[in-house]
């Protein structure tokens, strides 16, 4: 050649082309796995926003303790075939649905509760109307209206506190009797008439003072001069129009139910309490032979004694 050079030679360099290698199906699983849950997820909540509310609580409730709610019954819990039933006899219904005997069970229930419902109620409008009763009673007799200040009257869970205390200079007995003095007498007559017609049972209680029974013979104490001061009262009573067997207990006291607990001399804890009781606290009071709560332990025993208001 003219410029001295020898020739290269072209070479072409060819690449050839193959397809890609297989991947498998492992995609195809996964994805038809992930489409399942979205539908049974969508599914899920389409269920919870279309089933009732009382079926969801039986449901919840069957999930917490399914052994009770298959015995029981309840709200939603249906009745199966199964070899423990359910409480429902109707699957289509949409408030839930209450085993048979927990029904009857729950009717009985609610008629108790409405019946002393009822009863608290009348007592209520018993014991108001008595309240008003003896108020006018005092505010129109000029002598007992000169003693208004020793008649207290108060309402409580128990019922109606009629409260005729002691004074310094107008004692009710005699120093350490049992003797009502002649204005106690005219108290407790005209009481007694007013008392008269009322359908409740009555407890009538003496109390003393702290002071000890300092002449008595042979244990004469404030236990039996109480005691003794309650039956003079409940004489007056049944004298004035109380019928005697309105009366459901006569006790004396002595000074276990201070008025005045800080001051145990003071002579307003002298007194007499009577209650007009409502139906709940009579049966509280009935004697054993009748319907008594069960005493679980000693403090028991004085839930059977009404409080007095202080």
Known sequence: MADGKKLQPIIIKRVKKGGHAAHGGAWKIAYADFVTAMMAFFLLMWLLGSTAKGELEGIASYFSNPVKVSLMGGDGTGNSDSI?????????????QVDAGDAERAAKLMGAQMARAEQARRDAARIDAL???IQQLIANNPQLTEFGSQIRLDKTQDGLYIQIVDAQNRPMFDT????????MRDILQAIGAALGDVENRIALAGHTDAMPYGNGQRGYSNWELSADRANASRRELVAGGLPDDKLLRVEGLASSRLLHPEQPNDPTNRRISIVVLTQE???RLLPSGAAMPALQNADDLSKLIPEAPR
């Open 84 to 96: 423990l039933p359910g409480g429902g006899r109707d699957l289509s219904r949409s408030a839930g």
């Open 131 to 133: 309240q008003l009763k």
């Open 176 to 183: 350490g009797s049992a003797l009502v003095k002649p204005y």
């Open 281 to 283: 606290a009579e049966q």
